[in-house]
């Protein structure tokens, strides 16, 4: 089908059906089952459709490695690896990237005010910002991280207004202090800094 010459050559067509076969079952499989759930259970379906989309791309893409090698090389079009995530990042990412991020942000509140929460789940989720960028951090920094930096402002700014008017001098700055710590460590595990840094360069 891709080693005849025009027009038995039907590389662009196959190509052309390649992105068509993802936009199809994101469309009536992924999207339909993400609009359903809500908070934790939308963040978990994420990650399990995300899971599944990223083991589809990689055997699709192998099973038409021949694209990649001679017809996309030659035309200078989008890896087939990449199409795959282009579709997943265009029609769901885009979709859902605020709704996953309240529900991220949610979590990591519901975590300082002494709740416990699936850390695994958080890591994950964040994972999708970072991977869905492709070679860069703008997702994350852009879709994520700005509301979370701005959500922690706002949380420790009403603490610290709380805890002025109930506290000694003394005992606030003892307060202010150990939450410092506190927060540090809790975004190391919870967010997973040093991990998403590590994937970003990997």
């Not at 010459?5 to 469309?27: C, G």
């Not at 990237?97 to 994950?124: H, M, P």
């Not at 852009?142 to 930096?149: I, K, R």
């Amino acid at each position: 089908m891709c080693t005849q010459k025009p027009p038995q050559d039907y590389s662009q067509q196959l190509y052309d059906r390649y992105r068509d076969s993802f936009e199809e079952y994101i469309t009536s499989m992924v999207l339909p089952a993400l609009r359903e759930k809500h908070d934790e259970f939308m963040l978990r379906e994420l990650v399990k459709r995300w899971g599944n989309h990223k083991i589809m791309v990689r055997w699709l893409s192998r099973f038409f490695n021949y694209l990649d090698r001679y017809f996309i090389a030659r035309r200078s079009l989008p890896a087939l690896n990449e199409v795959g995530l282009m579709c997943f990042r265009d029609l769901v990412y885009q979709e859902i990237k605020n709704n996953v991020r309240d529900a991220v942000i949610t979590l990591i509140d519901r975590e300082r005010e002494g709740e416990q929460i699936d850390r695994a789940l958080l890591k994950n989720v964040l994972g999708i910002f970072v991977e869905i960028g492709m070679g860069n951090m703008d997702a994350y920094e852009n879709d994520f991280e700005s509301a979370m930096l701005d959500d922690t402002a706002s949380y420790y700014s009403r603490k610290a207004a709380s805890w002025i008017l109930e506290d000694s001098c003394p005992d606030y700055m003892l307060k202010v202090s150990g939450e410092i710590g506190a927060s540090a460590v809790d975004m190391r595990q919870s967010v997973g800094i040093e991990w998403i840094l590590g994937l970003s360069r990997s």
